[in-house]
Structure formats: structure tokens, C-alpha cells
């Protein structure tokens, strides 16, 4: 709890006002005095259980994979709820979807807000730049359902999210309608309250954490790849060693990674790094880079931004340090299939500019 003293200067007139407080026996002494406490306590735990049972304690949300670049889930907004494909994106902390007034969203779902008898008008405009693609439109406010319609959904009532009235190339190109973001609320922009966040907030959740799990499909398009579990523990794809690391920023997902490496090749130097599902590739500083792709034979493109590899080859795997633990990432996962006979190295070059983290580990690990 926090406390706000305010001090008021009125001209040259100082004042003190005294205000006698009575001490006051709390709840609990008086229980206990009464020989009632261990009553009370059986009382609250018979509460917690049936507050369990009115609520979801945890709730799993499908995704869809593109080529493994991309991984998109449903959701639903409104009531009756509207359906939306969106990015499930750790980087960035706002939803948005098309509104229906949106000229640049054409082949995308759109968002009617007078077909919804829970939609409360906000009217605040907003904007978002990402690092690829840029959207702008006005706050709204709605229920909104993690999941598809006719699924166990995680429904999140009085969420503020946007309603893009315009979206630029890089995103009407993309496969899904809009994004929700996923990171906390001091990275959103306007301060909007985070659905995941709200949900947490109002106690939707067992849990104020959530899983994701990713699979590797290949040259497929929207084929069943992977599952986010909010609330809990996926404990069907995830192994029964869990290794848990302090966030350096409660922005982004944040953490620290002291040591990478692959083959004779390592630096120690240490970062912040982020983990985030909106990105493919593992992004990281140009000179580490490149002493890592030179490592496996990988070439830069500065065309695509990007390193090309030969997609027979054999490299070492790509190690990591976190906590004191050593990840190693496999060819099978950085070799990715570009077509034409040419294959991606799953790293790229990223400069934040001397601020914040230093590397982005994306979907593919």
C-alpha cells in the first residue's frame, strides 16, 4: 500500500491541525481473543475453493503457425464477441483490431461497435509504431475473450483496447487482424491496462503467470503450432525442470543473459535481453553477430537483414547462459527454410541505440 502526503502552502498562513485517533483491536486480535480464528480461518479457506471453482485457473489458448515466422491466435471482442486472428506478442503491451471505419484494412475482420451491447465509447486516440509496421485509431472499451468461439475462452470484461482506423502497408500484408500484446502495462502505450493484465487484476486467474509453448512446422501455412497457457503451467509440453529468472525490467519480458556462444567463439560480456513471441529470429549486437555467423559459415544480407546458410550444413549449436544454466539451440531450430534452395541462419543484427536490452530471443527458440 502506498501513501501520499500532500503538503499545501497558502500565502504566508501556516496551519496545524491535530486529529486524535483511537486505537481500535483489528479483526483478527478480536478472533483470536474469542477463541474463533482457527473457525474463521477454515471459513476462508472453504471461500478460496469456491472462488477456485467460479473462475478459470488456468486457461489454454491455441495458436496457428505461418512457416514457423509467425504464430497467431483467436480471440473474440463484444458481445455477441466478434472474432479476430491477432499476434500473441510478448514485445508490446496494447490490443488492437480494425475498426469497421478502418480504409486501409481491407481483407481483414473489423470491429462494429454498435453491434455490441457491452461496448462503452472511450474516444482517445492513439498510435503505435513497431518495428515493422504502424497502426493509429481511437480507444474503446469491450469484453474481451481469449480464444475462439465454442472453446473454453478466458473472458476479460471492461478491456480498453483499439480500434485502428488505419494500419500501414507492412501490417495489411500481414496474416493476422491486429495484435495483442502480451508485456506489461509500462510498456503501453497511453498507460492502457494490458488484457492479460486486467484479467490478473480481476482475478480471472489462478496464476498471474502464463506458458508458451511453440512448434516447429516448417513451409506450412496456418496449421495447429503451439499453445499459450495463461494462468498456469503448461504441463503437457513443458518438462518438469523449471528454472525460474528475476526480470531486470518489468516492461518487457527482461532478463539477463551473461554468456553466448557457438563453436571456438563466445563472449562473455553480459546483457539484458527480451523474450519475445512477436519476433522470428534471434536479434543481438552487429559485431557479436557476425562473429557467430562466421562461426557456422553464414553470410549477412544486408538486403534482407538477415544471414543465409547453406541448408545442408551441420553447424554447432548456438549456446546461451541464463541464471547459470547453459541453453543450446539446435541447427534443426536456426536453420530455416527460405525457399528457392536457400535457407535463413535464424540470427540478425539489432542495435537499440546504447538503451534498454541489448537482444531479442524470438519465437524460434
Not at 491466435?73 to 496494447?94: C, W
Not at 495447429?224 to 528454472?243: E, H, K, S
Amino acid at each position: 500500500m502506498k501513501f501520499l502526503v500532500l503538503l499545501v502552502l497558502v500565502g504566508v498562513v501556516s496551519a496545524v491541525l491535530e486529529i486524535s485517533i483511537t486505537k481500535v483491536a483489528s479483526p483478527r486480535t478480536k478472533l483470536m481473543k474469542a477463541g474463533l480464528w482457527p473457525t474463521y480461518l477454515k471459513y476462508k479457506e472453504a471461500l478460496r475453493h469456491q472462488n477456485k471453482a467460479a473462475v478459470l485457473a488456468s486457461v489454454q489458448q491455441p495458436v496457428n503457425d505461418y512457416e514457423d515466422f509467425e504464430y497467431v491466435g483467436n480471440i473474440t471482442i463484444g458481445t455477441p464477441g466478434q472474432p479476430f486472428v491477432v499476434i500473441l506478442d510478448t514485445g508490446s503491451s496494447n490490443l488492437w483490431v480494425p475498426d469497421k471505419s478502418c480504409r486501409t484494412c481491407q481483407g481483414k475482420s473489423t470491429f462494429d461497435a454498435t453491434a455490441s451491447s457491452t461496448y462503452v465509447k472511450n474516444g482517445q486516440a492513439w498510435s503505435i509504431q513497431y518495428g515493422t509496421g504502424a497502426a493509429k485509431g481511437t480507444l474503446g472499451q469491450d469484453t474481451v475473450r481469449f480464444g475462439a468461439t465454442g472453446t473454453t475462452q478466458l473472458i476479460v470484461p471492461t478491456t480498453v483496447f483499439g480500434q485502428a482506423t488505419s494500419i500501414d502497408t507492412d501490417l495489411q500484408q500481414d496474416v493476422a487482424d491486429g495484435i495483442l500484446g502480451l508485456a506489461f502495462q509500462s510498456l503501453a502505450v497511453d498507460n492502457v491496462v494490458p488484457p492479460l493484465v486486467n484479467a490478473i487484476n480481476q482475478g480471472l486467474l489462478d496464476n498471474p503467470y502464463f506458458t508458451v509453448f511453440l512448434q516447429e512446422k516448417g513451409a506450412l501455412d496456418n496449421v495447429p503450432g503451439g499453445v499459450f497457457t495463461y494462468g498456469g503451467l503448461d504441463t503437457t509440453n513443458c518438462g518438469a525442470l523449471i528454472a525460474w529468472q528475476p526480470l531486470s525490467s518489468a516492461t518487457y519480458f527482461q532478463f539477463r543473459v551473461t554468456q553466448v556462444g557457438v563453436g571456438s567463439y563466445s563472449s562473455s560480456a553480459g546483457w539484458d535481453v527480451i523474450s519475445d513471441t512477436g519476433t522470428s529470429f534471434i536479434g543481438g549486437p552487429h559485431a557479436i553477430t557476425d562473429a557467430l555467423a562466421k562461426q557456422v559459415g553464414a553470410t549477412y544480407d544486408s538486403s534482407y537483414g538477415t544471414y543465409f546458410i547453406d541448408c545442408n550444413a551441420n553447424p554447432p549449436p548456438l549456446t546461451l547462459v541464463i541464471g547459470g544454466k547453459t541453453y543450446s539451440i539446435t541447427e534443426k531450430q536456426m536453420i530455416i527454410d527460405a525457399s528457392d534452395g536457400q535457407c535463413y541462419w535464424a540470427i540478425f543484427p539489432v542495435s537499440f541505440g546504447g538503451f534498454g536490452p541489448s537482444w531479442i530471443l524470438g519465437g524460434i527458440i
